[in-house]
Structures are given as structure tokens and as C-alpha cells.
């Protein structure tokens, strides 16, 4: 397939420049099996939509505040978006600058301390943090939370807590696992009252996720790579729901990812590590019934991902419903459920 297969035209004002106030007050767009209609609810619906016995996982990465400044010691300005914690206060990271730094170069940062770069692959730099505590800690209050760029604005205050799920407790995410923002407490509680259980993922979000797709024929295009974990407790979760009747419903693209990357001849099995996985129509997605997932961009791996599930043809004829009923796209905008063509 090709890239240009998976553009369509969004009007710019129906990209979500700010959360709404409630979390569950986002609309909903059912895509359920074909040729049945597309329905238009609210996530706080969703305890009608699903079943007793149903199993909703969701990714528990926590996005760190992975943004900021600084300038090298001829003067010029630097933005370093870390892309991965590693040991020793030292990060994978992109920066933007109007000539690049060379290994050995330090960059005073804005919030005190310096950063070392130590060496370069790729898009990615090498750095070694100086800075007075471990890397981790002192970026709650020195860094700045990296909101995606089509958000044309700075983060604000209330962006510190609702650009994170209310289950969030993995650090390492430098995006948030967006279908997971719908979520709050009364909705969880709503849920567990219906007897949908939860199981969670860990898949740290990085900044390739928002790299465009350069190559026209999607065969060449190389993927980023994510950390993920998908433990044996909720391998042993999925596999008595499947075996008591119940759906596996994916809360957001980076499950699917996860679980197809733990997959092994036809099995989920417990699996840490690093996935450059690429799903794209023609490949066919086996580890979730179903899929709740936000509106993702023109020609974006995840777009793909959404089209390989309930196919391509399905999923436009949704985006062409969104767009004339005017739904908010993006990170803070409005979800999708959707069901497989062959969905039980």
C-alpha cells in the first residue's frame, strides 16, 4: 500500500487545541461490524456498550516533562526533547538547534546544570545530564510537558494533569496514550460496577510516534522503536476472559502495539522489550476484539494501525462522518470505538 492511500482532508479548527472540562464528555463514534450504521455517543456511554466479562487494557505509561532550553557556549539557542531516560542521568533525545552540537559539546540549560552530549545516531543524541539530583526527579519541576506541535499553544497549568491518564504510574511516556485521557474516576468506578475488569500494558510513548511517514510505498518505511512490558498477569487475564466469553478491548493504538509485539506463532506470551513493529493493512491484528482510539493524523502510522483492524475503507467512511458532524481530532479531541469486519 501507499501512503498517499491514508490522506484525507481535516479542517484545521476541528483540531483539539485544549481538553474539555469533563474527561468521560468526549463523543464517542461506534463503528460497529459492517453495514451496520455508524452511532454517535459519549465515552461516559461506555458501560452500556460493553458487557459483563469484558476486559478493557489500558497503557500505564506516565508522560514525563521531557521539554527544554538552553544554549551551547557560542551563544545559540537549544531545544532538547528527551526521548529516553538511561542510567547514570543520561537520555536519548532529539534537539533542535541552527547548527548541531558535536559530541563533547555542553549545553547550559535554562533550569540550571549542563548538558553533555556524548555522542549522535541518527536523529538521536546522546546526553549526560549534570544537574543537582537524578534526572528523573529534577525534570518534574525543570522540564516543561512537550504537548504534540499541532497544539499551537504553550502548556498551561491544567495541561500537568490532564495530558496524563488518571492511571499513569510508568515514567518514561514523552507523549500521552491519548484514548486513556477519557477516562476518569466515576467512568472506571461505572465500569467495575458493570463487570468490566482492567488490565494494563506499560509502553512508553516516544516522539516518533508524531515522524512522518516519508516513503511513499509503506514497505520501506522503518519504524521507530518503543519500550513496552506486557506481563504474565494480564497474559493470564486475557486468557480467561477469552475462555469465559469475554472481549479484549484495547484502550488506545499503543496496546495493540504491545500485544501484537508479544505475540509469538498465534500466542501472547509475557514479553519486556524493545518493538519496531509496523502494522499497516494486509497485516491482521489477532490479540483485541475491539478498540477504542482517538482520531489520529493524515498519513500517520497510527491511522494505518486503526485500518489494518476494521479496514481502511470503514475507518474513512467514519473520518468522512466525524469531519461533517464536526468531532475534535487529535490528543485532547473525541474516540472512536470500533469493532474488526469479522468481529464475533
Known amino acids: 500500500m501507499k501512503k498517499s492511500d491514508f490522506h484525507y482532508h481535516l479542517p484545521p479548527e476541528l483540531i483539539a487545541q485544549a481538553p474539555l472540562a469533563e474527561r468521560s464528555a468526549s463523543r464517542l463514534l461506534c463503528v460497529p461490524?459492517?453495514?451496520?450504521?455508524?452511532?454517535?455517543?459519549?465515552?461516559?456511554?461506555?458501560?452500556?456498550?460493553?458487557?459483563?466479562?469484558?476486559?478493557?487494557?489500558?497503557?500505564?505509561?506516565?508522560?514525563?516533562?521531557?521539554?527544554?532550553?538552553?544554549?551551547?557556549?557560542?551563544?545559540?539557542?537549544?531545544?532538547?526533547?528527551?526521548?529516553?531516560?538511561?542510567?547514570?542521568?543520561?537520555?536519548?533525545?532529539?534537539?533542535?538547534?541552527s547548527k548541531s552540537p558535536k559530541p563533547g559539546g555542553r549545553i547550559a540549560l535554562d533550569a540550571g546544570g549542563e548538558a553533555e552530549v556524548l555522542g549522535r545516531a541518527g536523529e538521536f543524541y546522546h546526553l549526560r545530564f549534570h544537574v543537582?539530583?537524578?534526572?528523573?526527579?529534577?525534570?518534574?519541576?525543570?522540564?516543561?510537558?512537550?504537548?504534540?506541535?499541532?497544539?499551537?499553544?504553550?502548556?498551561?497549568?491544567?495541561?500537568?494533569e490532564r495530558y496524563q491518564t488518571v492511571f499513569a504510574r510508568e515514567v518514561g511516556a514523552v507523549a500521552a496514550p491519548t484514548a486513556g485521557l477519557h477516562f476518569d474516576d466515576a467512568l472506571l468506578q461505572a465500569l467495575r460496577v458493570r463487570g468490566v475488569r482492567f488490565g494494563h500494558i506499560t509502553l512508553h510513548v516516544g516522539a516518533g510516534t508524531f515522524q512522518p511517514v516519508r516513503v511513499e510505498d509503506l514497505r520501506e518505511h522503518r519504524m521507530h522503536s518503543e519500550w513496552l512490558n506486557v506481563g504474565p498477569e494480564l497474559v493470564e487475564q486475557i486468557r480467561r476472559t477469552r475462555a469465559s466469553g469475554g472481549r479484549v478491548i484495547a484502550v488506545g493504538t499503543t496496546v495493540v502495539r504491545a500485544l501484537e509485539s508479544a505475540m509469538h506463532d498465534g500466542?501472547?506470551?509475557?514479553?519486556?522489550?524493545?518493538?519496531?513493529?509496523?502494522?499497516?493493512?494486509?497485516?491482521?491484528?489477532?490479540?483485541?476484539?475491539?478498540?477504542?482510539?482517538?482520531?489520529?493524523?493524515?498519513?500517520?502510522t497510527l491511522l494505518m494501525l486503526v485500518s489494518a483492524f476494521a479496514g481502511r475503507e470503514r475507518v474513512f467512511a467514519a473520518y468522512a462522518h466525524a469531519v461533517r458532524e464536526k468531532y475534535r481530532f487529535f490528543s485532547y479531541g473525541d474516540a472512536m470505538l470500533l469493532y474488526p469486519e469479522s468481529s464475533k
Open 33 to 97: 461490524p459492517a453495514p451496520d450504521a455508524f452511532s454517535d455517543r459519549q465515552v461516559r456511554d461506555l458501560p452500556e456498550l460493553l458487557q459483563p466479562g469484558d476486559l478493557l487494557v489500558f497503557n500505564d505509561t506516565r508522560v514525563i516533562p521531557a521539554r527544554l532550553f538552553g544554549s551551547k557556549d557560542t551563544g545559540g539557542r537549544v531545544e532538547i526533547l528527551i526521548e529516553r531516560l538511561l542510567p547514570g542521568n543520561e537520555a536519548r533525545a532529539q534537539i533542535g538547534a
Open 132 to 160: 543537582d539530583d537524578a534526572l528523573e526527579s529534577w525534570l518534574q519541576h525543570a522540564g516543561r510537558l512537550p504537548l504534540p506541535p499541532y497544539i499551537q499553544r504553550e502548556p498551561g497549568a491544567d495541561d500537568a
Open 267 to 300: 500466542r501472547l506470551l509475557p514479553f519486556a522489550g524493545e518493538t519496531r513493529i509496523f502494522i499497516f493493512p494486509g497485516y491482521r491484528i489477532r490479540s483485541v476484539d475491539a478498540l477504542l482510539t482517538n482520531f489520529h493524523l493524515p498519513e500517520s
